[in-house]
């Protein structure tokens, strides 16, 4: 079985507010935010290939230069340049796998946390089960509003059922011609979607959750960073049981 990653890299990077040229150079730790990423895909298991997608021919010579300075690579390494959305950067770097490849996790390299065994349980739901997402609940109480804009006053809220309610997270993973298909149906009816999951919604593809209990923070905010050096050096460790991940 032929168990291949693509991992984002081409985002802009724009609500960094220009704290830093491009946060997945930025350290965390004494290593660059793209480094973990490709230890996480690293250390799991049967991952053949990755793909990374990436920006800018300057930005490709960064993360090339990430990966040349790995100890152990254990993956072929292809390259696909991002586009203008990431549901276009993501379509890309499916082009760049062949029908060989049985199942496919799509990660966002600015989630530093990722652990390879949340790597290896996706991958066994998705071949199980066609799709798996790495999800964790949600504990704040959600307010819906009839408006996005950001001047709020006077508006009617709309209660959520919290017990209902999931984060989604990367990895994301699939068997590879169902979430081909299914981004190649969203290319051309030209909807609009935010995660993988939403792609093989569309097609009626219902979704196996396997639930996070670790962090697993995308760097978004200048703070974001801080935050996740603090899980770094301070890492939670939760006994989780064989049963549990399969029940999730």
């Known amino acids: 079985m032929e168990q291949a990653a693509i991992l984002l890299a ?3 990077g724009s609500r960094m507010r220009g704290f ?3 946060k ?3 350290e965390i730790a004494g290593k660059p935010i793209f480094q973990y990423s490709l230890e996480a895909f690293a250390n799991a298991k049967d991952v053949s290939k990755i793909v990374v997608v990436y920006r800018d021919d300057e930005q490709k010579v960064g993360l090339s230069s990430i990966l040349s300075n790995m100890d152990e690579v254990p993956y072929t390494v292809l390259w696909a340049r991002g586009g203008n959305e990431r549901q276009d950067s993501v379509f890309n770097g499916l ?3 062949t029908l060989s490849t049985d199942a496919v996790c ?6 530093p946390l990722i652990r ?3 790597i290896d349980e996706l991958f066994k739901a998705a ?4 799709a798996a997402v790495l999800a964790h609940r949600v504990t704040d109480t959600i307010k819906q509003t009839p408006s996005r804009s950001r001047g709020r006053r006077r508006v009617p809220l709309k209660d959520l059922q919290r017990n209902r309610l999931w984060a989604m997270e990367t990895p994301q993973a699939f068997r590879y011609e169902l979430i081909f298909e299914a981004y190649r149906e969203v290319r051309l009816s030209g909807e ?3 995660d993988d999951t939403a792609a093989v919604a569309l097609k009626g593809t219902r979704v196996t959750i396997i639930e996070n209990p670790y962090p697993n923070i995308k760097v978004t905010l200048p703070q974001d960073i801080r935050l996740i050096e603090y899980f770094i050096e301070n890492p939670v460790e939760i006994e989780i049981s064989e049963e549990e991940l399969s029940n999730t």
């Open 10 to 12: 081409a985002g802009s």
């Open 20 to 22: 830093v040229e491009d």
């Open 24 to 26: 997945l150079f930025a």
């Open 95 to 97: 082009e760049a796998l």
């Open 106 to 111: 799509i990660h966002d390299c600015a989630r």
């Open 116 to 118: 390879p065994e949340f």
């Open 127 to 130: 071949t199980k089960d066609k």
């Open 192 to 194: 609009v979607i935010t």
